[in-house]
């Protein structure tokens, strides 16, 4: 198409998107109290990374909530998930809600966290844990169901002890699947932490953003909206490259 | 079909009461937990179920609630219908056209993988602040799981391009191709996208409604954390998780006959 590929293509349409916004403003359809030209989005986005009070009070406390909900949500995801997998009539009990939490406004619950807990770190990285740990679970089983019988078999021919077999055979026959929860469970702590913060909070990107709409500073609001862009998809992409070097059984994603 | 089966046998019965039983363990295990937790916290702020049932009661009877229950109804209604039918019309088309899905597909994927919270103010500033609003952003919430997974469910059967042999040997016409062929083949991935949109248009309601709303479920949140009133809170996380577990259970049982149905035997 225009002897263009697809990529191309991709590109082409990113910069007519950019190019819109940078001449919606200046020409006056849209006010620019309300939308900033895009060249002076990117320029506020640097001022904003070139500030040390951004990464204190901003990109940091975001990010480590997340690393901390990401990290919970993968350990205990697969723990829960081997577990639910193991004890048939657990699994039974509990499967239909499994594929029904995600239908759950699970965010509904930040204020009861809040009122017990207050304020803070905690309660924002619990919810995110709490929000991206099912995605984990349910991926991980999949991927134990995915392991067939005769791996299992093959183990004991070969007389590997239990523990060998499940870290050597059956995890990472799992792998794959799991890497697909993972992915998603990141997702899902950024979410869930902007989210907190934007709505209560006094640290962090969410917040950043929050109050800048607050007090109407347009540029801060939109670098910070870039920012938190360009770390969603930067952290996107270095997953689904990871999970495709670490998976062998095609693509999957 | 199955009563019929069940007045028969009688153990049809006993396997329905079964069924029904193993359903029960999660939620009289919240439960358990919950009041086991009351008495062990015990303090002020926190309430057990006793305390939040008996407000649920009295939250469910007052206007002002039930007002915001049909802000919050109308607000997921209109934006589910929307996403689900722009986000299969959009994922469908894209799906045929595999250059197109490869040049828009990951601009899709780039857009959803974003926080959508961080635009809120966007929404406000340009739509103000009331049901447009509101609907929009929980209308982009859903809008593109539905089109991505649409898209590749449609994609991934041009691949698999058997499909397309047998609409070519039975000289079908393209309009004919899709609506007999293709439209019922990804019938299955459409209802789990349109399963997955409806939770994530429902978060993206009580989402709006909560930063900024006069209204709603999640106003009654907001209003309730300021307020410190833990028990109405829970009172109405009950009902919100109630009333998002419905539609979901429609979905995944068509989902599932559906499958069923056109995978007999065997796969």
Do not use: C
């Not at chain 1, 506020?44 to 990401?70: C, E, N």
């Not at chain 1, 966290?113 to 709490?130: C, E, F, K, V």
């Not at chain 2, 982009?140 to 070519?168: E, Q």
């Amino acid at each position: 198409m225009l002897a263009l590929r697809a990529w191309q293509w991709t590109l082409l349409l990113l910069a007519l998107a950019a190019l819109v916004l940078e001449i919606l403003p200046r020409v006056g359809v849209v006010s620019r109290a309300t939308l900033l030209p895009f060249s002076e989005m990117v320029v506020a986005a640097v001022q904003l990374l070139l500030r040390p009070d951004f990464y204190t009070d901003g990109v940091l406390p975001s990010l480590l909530a997340i690393l901390i909900a990401f990290a919970i949500a993968a350990v205990a995801g697969v723990a829960i998930g081997y577990l639910i997998w193991r004890v048939r009539p657990l699994r039974q009990a509990i499967d239909p809600y499994l594929t029904a939490y995600y239908a759950l406004p699970i965010f509904a619950l930040y204020p009861a966290l809040i009122a017990i807990w207050g304020q803070g770190a905690g309660p924002i990285t619990a919810l995110a844990a709490l929000f991206a740990v099912v995605a984990v679970i349910t991926n991980a089983m999949n991927g134990f169901d995915s392991a067939p019988p005769i791996i299992g078999k093959l183990a004991r021919s070969m007389q590997v002890p239990e523990r060998t077999y499940f870290l050597k055979f059956f995890l990472p026959y799992a792998m794959p699947y799991i890497l697909i929860g993972l992915r998603l469970a990141f997702l899902y702590s950024l979410l869930s932490v902007l989210a907190a913060e934007f709505l209560l909070s006094s640290a962090g990107l969410g917040h950043f953003i929050q109050i800048a709409y607050v007090r109407f500073d347009m540029a801060e609001m939109y670098g910070a909206i870039l920012v938190v862009f360009g770390l969603a998809i930067l952290a996107e992409r270095l997953i689904t490259l990871a999970v495709r070097k670490l998976t062998w059984v095609g693509d999957l994603t | 079909m199955t009563r019929l089966r069940a007045k028969r046998t009688g153990g049809g019965v006993r396997a329905f009461l079964g069924r029904l039983g193993l359903l029960a363990v999660v939620p009289a295990a919240i439960l358990v937990v919950w009041f086991i937790a009351d008495l062990l916290v015990d303090s002020t702020v926190f309430a057990g179920p006793v305390e939040s049932f008996g407000q649920m009661v009295g939250t469910l009877s007052s206007p002002r609630y039930q007002a915001s229950l049909v802000v919050t109804l109308e607000t997921v209604a209109i934006a589910f219908v929307l996403a689900v039918v722009l986000g299969g019309v959009v994922g469908f088309a894209l799906g045929l056209a595999p250059f197109w899905f490869r040049a828009v597909g990951p601009i899709l994927q780039g857009i959803y993988s974003i926080p959508k919270v961080t635009i809120f103010p966007l929404f406000l500033v340009f739509l103000g602040l009331g049901l447009v609003s509101r609907t929009s952003f929980a209308f982009v919430h859903g809008f593109f799981p539905m089109a991505i997974i649409v898209m590749g469910a449609t994609a991934n059967l041009r691949t698999t391009d058997i499909y397309l042999k047998l609409g070519a040997s039975l000289g079908m016409s393209f309009g004919q191709l899709v609506r007999t062929i293709l439209l019922p083949a990804i019938l299955p991935s459409f209802l789990t996208a349109a399963r997955i949109a409806f939770g994530l248009v429902f978060l993206g309601a009580i989402l709006a409604e909560m930063f900024a709303s006069n209204g709603g479920l999640g106003h009654e949140l907001v209003r309730n954390m300021h307020l410190v009133r833990v028990d109405r809170i829970l009172a109405q996380v009950v009902l919100i998780g109630i009333i998002a577990i419905i539609p979901n259970a429609l979905l995944r049982t068509l989902e599932v006959r559906l499958t069923r149905r056109l995978r007999p035997a065997g796969s």
